[in-house]
C-alpha cells in the first residue's frame, strides 16, 4: 500500500527552467491537494482538486499549474522557476472529509 | 477569503510542563484537523472535530472545538520528550466534500529533557 507518492525527493533548478513535480495516490480519493511550505509560514495551499477534470486555486497559486486527468496523479508543474519558490512541497489526498494522507515532500531550490 | 491563524509560532517548555496551542479561524468552519509533524517529516493526521463545542481526547492530548465552529485548541498534559514537533490546525470551510483544507502557520514545541 503505497499511499501518497511524490517525485523527485530533492530537486534543485535554475531560475527560469520549469519542471513538473509528480504525486500518485493508490486510494482512490477524490480530493487532492499541493501545498508548500516555508518556515514561519505553516502549509499554504496552492491548488486543490476534488475530482478527476476539476481543478481550483488555493492561497498561493501564482507561478503554478496544476491538471487532474485522473483519479490518481495530480501533477504540479512550475513553468518559469523563480528563487521565490524554493520551498518544500507537500502533495496530499483524502477522501471526502476525512483526514489528509501526505507525501514524503519534494525539497525544491532555485538558484 | 478563509484564513486561519494559529499562536503561539513556537513554544519551549520543560518536560512535565503543558502546552497549549491556539487556532483561530476568520470564518465558520465545517470542521476542523490536526496535525503533528515531526522534524524533517510529513504531517501527520491526529484528529478531527465536527461538532460545536466538541471535546476529544487522546492520552495525554485534549482538542477542542469553539461554540461558534471558528476556534479550537489543542492542550498537551505533562509534556515528553516524545511530544517535540510541529502541530497545526487545518480548518474546512464550504460545505460538504468540496471545502478546501486551510492550514494555520502552526506551532513548533520544543521540550527540554
Known amino acids: 500500500n503505497a499511499g501518497v507518492t511524490q517525485t523527485p525527493k530533492f530537486q534543485v533548478l535554475k531560475t527560469g527552467q520549469s519542471m513538473t513535480l509528480q504525486c500518485a495516490q493508490d486510494?482512490?480519493?477524490?480530493?487532492m491537494s499541493w501545498y508548500r511550505q516555508d518556515p514561519g509560514m505553516g502549509l499554504r495551499l496552492i491548488h486543490y482538486?476534488?475530482?478527476?477534470?476539476?481543478?481550483d486555486q488555493g492561497e498561493v497559486p501564482n507561478g503554478y499549474n496544476v491538471s487532474r486527468s485522473t483519479t490518481e496523479d495530480f501533477p504540479l508543474r512550475l513553468l518559469s522557476a523563480a528563487p521565490s519558490q524554493t520551498s518544500v512541497y507537500f502533495c496530499?489526498?483524502?477522501?471526502?472529509?476525512?483526514?489528509?494522507?501526505f507525501g514524503n515532500g519534494t525539497r525544491l531550490t532555485v538558484t | 477569503g478563509q484564513q486561519v491563524m494559529q499562536i503561539p509560532q513556537y513554544q519551549h517548555v520543560q518536560e512535565g510542563e503543558d502546552f497549549t496551542t491556539y487556532c483561530n479561524s476568520s470564518?465558520?468552519?465545517?470542521?476542523i484537523q490536526w496535525y503533528k509533524q515531526r522534524p524533517g517529516g510529513h504531517p501527520v493526521f491526529l484528529i478531527q472535530?465536527?461538532?460545536?463545542?466538541e471535546v476529544k481526547k487522546q492520552k495525554r492530548l485534549t482538542f477542542q472545538f469553539g461554540e461558534a465552529k471558528k476556534n479550537s485548541s489543542l492542550h498537551i498534559t505533562a509534556t515528553q520528550t516524545t511530544d517535540v514537533g510541529t502541530y497545526f490546525c487545518?480548518?474546512?470551510?464550504?460545505?460538504?466534500?468540496?471545502?478546501?483544507?486551510?492550514f494555520g502557520q502552526g506551532t513548533t514545541l520544543q521540550v527540554k529533557p
Open positions: 496530499a489526498s483524502s477522501s471526502g472529509t476525512r483526514p489528509l494522507h
Open positions: 486510494m482512490n480519493h477524490e480530493y
Open positions: 487545518a480548518g474546512r470551510g464550504g460545505s460538504g466534500n468540496t471545502g478546501k483544507l486551510i
Open positions: 470564518t465558520t468552519l465545517s470542521n
Open positions: 482538486s476534488v475530482g478527476a477534470g476539476i481543478t
Open positions: 472535530l465536527v461538532k460545536s463545542g
